[in-house]
């Protein structure tokens, strides 16, 4: 691993993170969840991704993703249906507990008939993984989250999703998680997690401290190498027209 010193704060190198999930993804529908990803969504379409399409969260497409009257199409909510389940959105969602499948859990805690914590509910989660390409944002990294098994099942998971067959793995497939620490993927022979890279100031340590399972390294520890910062022209759009306001930095802390 090389040394970093950043200039950049750690939700800044977060929202460069996030944008490098759409990176190459073309004219698909991106859907971030959360303050973090949607400056990254927004960054990815002003920058290396222009045939992005973005929503102004109800049934419009935008032309310009800082201008909400920059109409350029309509989604009604059954058109928006059809683009999910023919693969041509590309979902960014949270996770309370996610394995190192990608087994994704956002409804309880603890056993299903008695559970410790009501969360969400399963919700669109398990169209979502079938459907369309998913990511996933953890704005705070810890052995909580990262887990062995989760409690339930709301996001389909690659195991899960081979277990059930082609009709589920069509259009099934996990990109990236995005924590404050560090980026994984699911890039080895049997989709199990994998760390991509971590955050200056980061170490491989630290990650496996604070994940309750072993990800898999590319190589060893010193090969994972730091996540990539934000080019002058990315900061100047996330902090001066993006997100003036730094809202960022309550989902992530400076």
Same mark, same amino acid.
């Given at each position: 691993?090389?040394?970093?010193?950043?200039?950049?704060?750690?939700?800044?190198?977060?929202?460069?993170?996030?944008?490098?999930?759409?990176?190459?993804?073309?004219?698909?529908?991106?859907?971030?969840?959360?303050?973090?990803?949607?400056?990254?969504?927004?960054?990815?379409?002003?920058?290396?991704?222009?045939?992005?399409?973005?929503?102004?969260?109800?049934?419009?497409?935008?032309?310009?993703?800082?201008?909400?009257?920059?109409?350029?199409?309509?989604?009604?909510?059954?058109?928006?249906?059809?683009?999910?389940?023919?693969?041509?959105?590309?979902?960014?969602?949270? &996770?309370?507990?996610?394995? =190192?499948? $990608?087994?994704?859990?956002?409804?309880?805690? +603890?056993?299903? !008939?008695? #559970?410790?914590?009501?969360?969400?509910?399963?919700?669109?989660?398990?169209?979502?993984?079938?459907?369309?390409?998913?990511?996933?944002?953890?704005?705070?990294?810890?052995?909580?989250?990262?887990?062995?098994?989760?409690?339930?099942?709301?996001?389909?998971?690659?195991?899960?999703?081979?277990?059930?067959?082609?009709?589920?793995?069509?259009?099934?497939?996990?990109?990236?998680?995005?924590?404050?620490?560090?980026?994984?993927?699911?890039?080895?022979?049997?989709?199990?997690?994998?760390?991509?890279?971590?955050?200056?100031?980061?170490?491989? &340590?630290?990650?496996?401290? =604070?994940? $309750?399972?072993?990800?898999?390294?590319?190589? +060893?520890?010193? !090969?994972? #190498?730091?996540?990539?910062?934000?080019?002058?022209?990315?900061?100047?759009?996330?902090?001066?027209?993006?997100?003036?306001?730094?809202?960022?930095?309550?989902?992530?802390?400076?």
């Amino acid at each position: 691993m090389t040394t970093a010193a950043s200039t950049a704060t750690r939700a800044e190198v977060c929202a460069v993170a996030c944008a490098e999930a759409w990176r190459g993804d073309g004219e698909i529908l991106a859907a971030p969840m959360g303050v973090v990803p949607g400056i990254g969504a927004r960054l990815a379409r002003l920058t290396f991704s222009p045939d992005l399409l973005l929503t102004n969260g109800e049934a419009l497409l935008l032309s310009d993703p800082l201008d909400p009257q920059s109409v350029e199409g309509w989604l009604p909510y059954a058109k928006h249906l059809q683009m999910v389940a023919g693969g041509k959105r590309h979902v960014m969602m949270g &996770a309370s507990q996610i394995d =190192r499948y $990608g087994n994704q859990n956002i409804s309880c805690i +603890g056993d299903w !008939a008695r #559970p410790k914590r009501q969360l969400l509910g399963s919700r669109g989660a398990p169209a979502n993984t079938l459907n369309n390409p998913t990511s996933y944002w953890v704005p705070k990294h810890s052995a909580r989250v990262f887990v062995e098994r989760v409690d339930m099942v709301s996001g389909v998971g690659y195991d899960r999703a081979a277990e059930a067959g082609p009709s589920a793995t069509r259009f099934h497939g996990l990109r990236r998680v995005v924590t404050d620490l560090a980026v994984l993927d699911f890039a080895t022979p049997d989709h199990r997690m994998r760390l991509v890279s971590v955050h200056p100031g980061v170490s491989v &340590a630290e990650v496996r401290e =604070r994940t $309750g399972f072993a990800p898999d390294l590319p190589e +060893g520890p010193d !090969a994972v #190498p730091y996540t990539r910062e934000p080019t002058p022209e990315e900061l100047r759009l996330i902090r001066d027209v993006l997100d003036p306001r730094r809202v960022r930095e309550r989902e992530v802390p400076a």
